[in-house]
């Protein structure tokens, strides 16, 4: 059975951290591009990054760059976002979705109409 679990979510102030984990099932990290997603209340969903299945090589939001970083440990089927230096408007529900790949391309999209496989998402919120 194909899953994608989100975990990692929670409060945190301005200028916190907090790492996002996606565990996947059902099929491998290798075969599957990885994107995180978040929507905030009355705004459009947002690719924030992607992972390539094929090498690893990420694709960020410009929104995000030098902030956060994703990541995979292919041991443990497991895809993650470090956010750093977390900001007000970083506040949102947060989801991991995959999609396969059958292509050996080091690009990624984050368009969230490629991915199939979603999440049921992990709030995120940044406040004092």
């Known amino acids: 059975q194909l899953q994608v679990v989100e975990s990692g979510g929670g409060l945190v102030q301005p200028g916190g951290s907090l790492r996002l984990s996606c565990a996947v099932s059902?099929?491998?990290?290798?075969?599957?591009?990885i994107g995180w997603f978040r929507q905030a209340p009355g705004k459009e969903r947002e690719g924030v990054s992607c992972?390539?299945?094929?090498?690893?090589?990420?694709n960020d939001a410009n929104s995000v760059k030098g902030r956060f970083r994703i990541f995979r440990d292919l041991a443990k089927n497991t895809v993650y976002l470090q956010m750093n230096n977390l900001k007000p408007e970083d506040t949102a529900v947060y989801y991991c979705?995959?999609?396969?790949?059958?292509?050996?391309?080091?690009?990624?999209?984050?368009?969230?109409?490629?991915?199939?496989?979603w999440g049921q998402g992990t709030q995120v919120t940044v406040s004092s």
């Open positions: 059902g099929f491998t990290l290798s075969h599957n591009d």
């Open positions: 992972i390539s299945g094929h090498d690893g090589t990420p």
């Open positions: 979705a995959a999609t396969p790949v059958f292509e050996a391309s080091y690009y990624c999209d984050r368009e969230s109409d490629r991915y199939i496989y």
